[in-house]
Every structure is written in C-alpha cells, then in structure tokens.
C-alpha cells in the first residue's frame, strides 16, 4: 500500500513558534484531529502530566509519532514502535523534527510489540489509518474484510528497553495483552509508572477482557478511564461499561498509575472526578 503525506504546521507544541508534522493524506481520523490542533486531547493531557526531562517513555503502535513527539520536546528518551513501513516513515520524521528543537530523543523501532519475536500478518484499514490490527489468523476480522495484508515484523519490548520507565503508552488495536507480555521484565523495573492502555474487548487478542484488567491490577496500577477528569474504577466497572459499549466501535481508553498520583488535573479536575464517580453506572 501506497501513504501518501502532507505536512502540517502546528501550533502549541513548541513555545515561540509552529512545529512541521506529516500526516497521512487520507487518513480520516487521526490527521483531521492533528490538522484540527491536537489528537485524542484527554489522553494528550494526562500523557504531558507525566513527562519530565530525563526520563525514559515507551510508546506502543506509534503510529505517526504523536505521542513520541510530545515525549521528545519534553526532553525524554523514548522508544516508539510502529510495524507498517510507510506510517513508520512518517514517525521516523516527525521525531527527527522534535529533536531539532527539543531536549529528547527518539528511537524508532519498526516493528510491533508482542509476546515473542517473529512476523505477524497485518490488516491495513483503508480510513482510519490508527485501526491496523495484527491477526490472530490468516483472515481480518468481519468489520475489515476488505483490508489489504502484509507481513510485518514483531518485537519484544524488553529485547529493546531497559527499565525503569515512567510512562508507557499502548494502543495496539487489539494487541495490547501480547506486548505486555513482551514487557514484564521493563513492568517489574518500574515501580513509578503512568500508563494509557486502549481496552478494546472486540479486538482483543491472546487473552480474555478480564485477564488483562487482573493483569494490571495485581501489579499494582490504579485504573481508570482517560478523561478530562479520571476517577478510580474497578476492573469489574470498567468491564460492565466496555462491554455496554457497541462491540465494534466500543474501545476504551485507560489510564492508570501506579507509585505517582493518579490525580494530575488540579482541584477542579479531581472535584469534577468525584461528581462522575457518583453519577456513572
């Protein structure tokens, strides 16, 4: 499959001046957003609470580079891992950028996280361009029947990162139980970390809903879900509303923590986070 980019001009990232960041061209969701000034505006927030200069932030399913972009004008090292070449290539430039005005650096591993190293069949989506999902078989799910195939490559992220690391993003499309299996030595290294996980039932690969929420919890994580205000919630809860969701279109973002606060918003956030704990199922 043939990318296409085009390079946009965006304001806020950097003090004083634009930041140059390539989207793809057809993209109908993620390069709209950033073209609109910011991708996923929740999760960005609660990302940039916890960067600090120095520290070591891994970003799986990078897809463009967003995430590792902010993490490299903060003054970070991060490791970003993006298996389709072409939307790598597009990674690989936007982080090349930050690092010419930023204090970080980026590295880019082209390849997706997962359990053992090998090769993996990935389906391509022709809008959304976040929604590539490495396949459990040799075919794409039911709602992407119709999305092209190609091999790509799969990397554990402990062959790559040492621990401790303070942030870990991960938004893999249904993958996100294979790489923390790939992750435990780098999990068992950071007793201070933030996380923003997607909780995807539908898409979820290798393991049951329930399994990857004990996962967290047993070690340690607060979770929730990534809003403007987050509050605590019990995998049960966070279970109950995914699964009311539409089953397709129903993912959800989450954000934990565990050894730093939980709350990062200010007093209005937390006081917002209270009134939706009492006012959600």
């Known amino acids: 499959m043939e990318f296409r980019a085009k390079t946009l001009s965006v304001a806020g990232l950097v003090a004083g001046r634009d930041l140059a960041f390539d989207v793809l061209e057809d993209d109908a969701i993620i390069g709209p957003a950033i073209e609109r000034g910011a991708w996923e505006e929740h999760e960005t927030a609660l990302f940039r609470a916890h960067l600090r200069a120095g520290d070591r932030v891994v970003d799986l399913g990078a897809n463009v580079g967003w995430y590792a972009v902010l993490a490299i004008l903060a003054g970070c090292e991060v490791h970003a891992f993006e298996p389709v070449p072409g939307i790598a290539d597009l990674a690989e430039r936007n982080m090349r950028r930050a690092e010419e005005v930023g204090k970080g650096r980026g590295i880019l591993h082209r390849a997706a996280a997962g359990a053992e190293r090998g090769t993996a069949r990935i389906a391509l989506a022709p809008r959304n361009r976040g929604d590539n999902r490495v396949l459990a078989g040799d075919a794409p799910p039911e709602d992407m029947a119709e999305a092209e195939v190609i091999d790509v490559a799969v990397e554990r992220v402990d062959d790559h990162v040492q621990g401790p690391v303070r942030l870990l993003k991960i938004d893999t499309q249904g993958s996100e139980w294979e790489a923390l299996r790939g992750a435990r030595a780098l999990l068992d290294a950071s007793p201070e970390m933030a996380l923003l996980i997607e909780f995807w039932p539908y898409a979820l690969r290798g393991a049951e809903p329930a399994e ?3 996962f ?8 929730g879900k990534a809003t403007a205000a987050p509050y605590p919630m019990s995998p049960e809860r966070i279970l109950a509303q995914a699964l009311a969701r539409d089953p397709v279109k129903g993912g959800i973002d989450l954000y934990g923590t565990r050894g730093l606060p939980f709350h990062v918003g ?6 917002k986070s209270l009134w939706r704990n009492l006012k959600e199922d």
């Open 212 to 214: 990857l929420l004990a």
């Open 216 to 223: 967290l919890t047993e070690r340690g994580f607060t979770l």
């Open 266 to 271: 200010g007093a209005g956030s937390r006081l």
